[in-house]
């Protein structure tokens, strides 16, 4: 499938200079959505997975069909005073202040198998900051996907050793 | 199942008086959020629907499954400035200030079967707001779905005709 087509480009949003990638207009279409959380599952099919963590919160469209085709739990990673229990939290710096993403701390158990899920990556600071709230963790991260990644900026770099998947490529802005 | 048993209840979240019902429990629980899904699904077994309206942002944990179960496109209702694209906005009264809510203009064509899913019913505030944002649309409403209800607060009599349902009630404070 051209999944890249289902896709639509806003330049100038969320401010100048950026081209958001929107990937309402890929859920919105039935075909589109099942064939992305199919090929999102391909890389992990057959092995034992037991969460699938999501950030919020266009992460949570693909993450939670996918822990269910995987058969594991699923987990929200969030904004601040978001997560209503015990959280453990990290901070990480963007161009202009700071943003913090928050998880439960009894979201994982010991030992598990955990799966990264995210609908983009960019600069890949959020999905970093959720790496290092997985370290409060004694669990294996088994792979981080995406759909969309836009390699121009290298966030994959961020990532090693990590296998990291992603199904759509932008490769410059 | 025991669903109910699954939820965690976090009294004085987010502000004193308040017993917030924690679904993060439930989802982390493969054969719970299975489960879910499974009875989501059920009121509308049989049926052709085109669209589920899922509210940000744990609507999308519950609505995205729902909408690959039913073949159906997922539509996601969100905050102010979220939406990239041209939107439908309709701002309510909460108890001290408003809020807003927002929907993608083309995301729902004429003549669809479209049903609404949130992860709980409170006072039904936003689950109405979303009614008033799909007046936009020459669209029929089938149903509108919840996890969890908190049946003292009465949001349901708001919605009033559209069919109600929800897995698990909780009759008091």
Chains 1, 2 share one sequence.
Request: with cysteine; glycine share 8%; net charge negative.
């Amino acid at each position: 499938m051209d999944l890249k087509s289902t896709l639509r480009q806003i330049p100038g949003f969320p401010k100048p200079g950026i081209t958001f990638i929107d990937i309402t207009t890929l859920i919105n279409k039935p075909d589109a959505f099942e064939w992305t959380v199919n090929e999102l599952y391909k890389p992990y099919e057959g092995q034992k997975i037991d969460k699938v963590v999501c950030i919020e919160s266009r992460g949570f469209i693909f993450g939670a069909p996918l822990a269910l085709r995987l058969g594991a739990g699923m987990v929200i990673v969030r904004k601040p005073n978001k997560l209503p229990a015990d959280t453990y939290s990290y901070t990480y710096e963007l161009e202009y202040g700071q943003d913090s993403v928050e998880i439960h701390k009894d979201a994982i158990g010991e030992g598990e198998r955990v799966v990264v899920v995210d609908d983009l990556l960019a600069t890949g600071g959020t999905v970093d900051a959720t790496m290092k709230l997985l370290k409060n963790f004694d669990c294996q991260v088994e792979g981080i996907s995406f759909v969309v990644e836009l390699t121009f900026l290298k966030g994959r770099d961020k990532l090693k050793p990590i296998p990291v998947h992603s199904l759509v490529t932008f490769d410059s802005e």
